[in-house]
């Protein structure tokens, strides 16, 4: 199976995790655009015990860029949130989101 048979499978999968904390993926194929050259829309999430979101992976909106005095506004759709900060994911492969994902998640989680 490739990797993205692998995410496309996990759409709408919850994964309860220890000590209350629980995983949920989405995944769907869409026509590829500007600003999803891949072709999927995802999000993929950890949520401690209270239901917060301490972790995503998506490219369901855009990000602000952060301002620059005279840089070109470069807009960026795929993106990470850990907490209150977001930042510019650099989307590889499905593979790679899923390494990248389950990576942090071990990170938080211990």
């Known amino acids: 199976m490739t990797g993205l048979e692998t995410l496309l499978d996990l759409d709408g999968e919850t994964f309860p995790m220890d000590s209350g904390f629980w995983t949920k993926i989405e995944a ?3 026509e590829v655009s500007e600003h999803i050259p891949h072709g999927i829309r ?11 979101r301490i972790l995503g992976y998506d490219n369901a909106h855009a990000m602000k860029p952060k301002r620059k005095r005279y840089g070109a506004k470069r807009v960026v759709w795929d993106h990470k949130h850990e907490k209150e900060i977001t930042t510019a994911y650099e989307f590889e492969s499905p593979e790679q989101l899923l390494i990248d994902f389950w990576n942090d998640v071990t990170r938080i989680i211990g």
């Open 28 to 30: 769907k194929r869409v």
């Open 42 to 52: 995802y999000s993929l999430t950890l949520h401690d015990r209270h239901n917060t």
